[in-house]
């Protein structure tokens, strides 16, 4: 019996991250209950082997684990000194440390032959489902998955979110990732990758998330600069995006608004990042403590909705909560991170599998990042779930690549 289930366990891993990949913009259940499934059936796979089997094991992973192992103990330590000890502790263990094994498990994960092909497939099945309801919704002002009615609250489209900018930023992960698989899909398949493109992009745009447009932007910049092949589509697309922005802020009376800064938005930011700036300045090495930016708002409130939020800048609430050491660790891991996979997209041919699944992969994490300095991304449950679990992905293409093929001709 128990040779059976040590067999069973990498078939397991793998149908944990695909189940993942595709429920995750529906259900935060399904992330609760998918994530110690995949947990333990990992742990089993790589007991058999003894952990020769892991990509962590091989000298290319090194910085990455070594950086990644640097921000984890940089957060653990910031609940020494923390203001709340018992919200630091809650936030280390059922968010701080889950995301980092999610990178970890899904780096492990797509070693295996196919198995970041199907979950890109299941990841652009997923976006075609959340299309579906999003669109429902604009018909009817009624959310199917929930039933919920948020037309009422925001007048913008949601999908199966709560808000119009975790839609959007989703959407945004999503469009490299169509745009590069439209440069190798067959005749039968590319039309309607067209087709979820246009959908795609229209729900960007519907969203009126001018940070997600932003960071679009910046994730079809970096197709332009890595994927040399879909630079005139990218830039293309691009400029679509501007004109079709533009249009649409005009049409709804919105475009002077927007572009002289007077939203309630920018205004709301200017003060959340001012509090986080002076809870900088008070715990400048250490921060005030892992998860406990809410809980100190109050106290550093400086205007705007006098309630608990967020900073809405990932950078400044991670300095904020674990101090600069918490920022530099966390730079450095992302840094590490970036650098493997470029290390692949400037060297293998475009034609590559696993160059393309880098690079669809990479151009979105990119712009989630960029995203994530003026928005909450990395402080969502789904949110932040999307980018531990697709950042781990390209990640461990990267290093199974480097690991293969350790010097090997610079692409032409």
């Not at 197709?223 to 005009?250: D, E, H, I, T």
């Not at 590490?336 to 979105?364: Q, T």
């Not at 679990?389 to 692409?411: H, W």
Request: aromatic share 14%.
């Amino acid at each position: 019996m128990g040779a059976r289930i040590l067999q069973w366990a990498p078939r397991v891993t793998t149908g944990s991250l695909w189940a993942l990949l595709l429920l995750l913009p529906f259900s935060k259940a399904a992330i609760e209950i998918t994530f110690p499934i995949f947990l333990v059936s990992w742990l089993l796979a790589h007991w058999r082997t003894r952990w020769a089997s892991s990509v962590w094991r091989t000298p290319a992973g090194r910085w990455c684990a070594i950086t990644w192992a640097a921000y984890v103990a940089a957060c653990a330590l910031s609940i020494l000194t923390s203001t709340h000890a018992d919200l630091s502790v809650r936030g280390f263990i059922g968010k701080t440390l889950e995301y980092a094994l999610l990178f970890v498990l899904a780096a492990d994960a797509v070693q295996a032959p196919g198995v970041a092909a199907r979950g890109v497939q299941l990841i652009l099945l997923s976006a075609a489902l959340v299309c579906g309801d999003a669109i429902a919704q604009e018909l009817t002002h009624w959310e199917l998955v929930y039933g919920r009615t948020p037309w009422r609250v925001y007048s913008r489209m949601t999908g199966p979110y709560e808000n119009p900018i975790d839609l959007a930023t989703y959407l945004v992960v999503v469009v490299p990732i169509i745009v590069v698989q439209l440069s190798h899909a067959t005749r039968r398949s590319r039309w309607w990758l067209w087709a979820l493109l246009a959908v795609v992009m229209a729900g960007v745009i519907r969203t009126e998330s001018q940070g997600a447009w932003l960071s679009l932007a910046v994730g079809l910049g970096v197709l332009v600069v890595w994927g040399r092949r879909l630079r005139a589509p990218a830039m293309a697309l691009g400029l679509g995006l501007v004109v079709s922005a533009s249009l649409y802020l005009y049409v709804v009376g919105r475009l002077d608004y927007t572009v002289t800064f007077h939203d309630i938005g920018t205004r709301d930011r200017w003060f959340m990042w001012q509090s986080a700036w002076h809870m900088i300045q008070d715990r400048p090495w250490l921060g005030q403590g892992l998860n406990t930016f809410m809980a100190n708002y109050l106290s550093y409130w400086v205007g705007g909705e006098r309630q608990p939020r967020y900073a809405h800048n990932c950078f400044l609430q991670v300095t904020a909560e674990t101090g600069v050491i918490g920022l530099v660790t966390f730079v450095g891991f992302l840094a590490a991170m970036v650098w493997s996979w470029w290390r692949v997209l400037r060297r293998f041919e475009f034609e590559a599998p696993e160059r393309r699944f880098i690079l669809a992969l990479g151009a979105g994490m990119v712009g989630f990042l960029f995203q994530a300095a003026f928005d909450t991304n990395l402080y969502s449950l789904r949110q932040a779930t999307l980018f531990w679990t697709l950042a781990g992905m390209a990640t461990g293409l990267s290093l199974k690549a480097l690991s293969e093929r350790p010097s090997f001709p610079r692409a032409s």
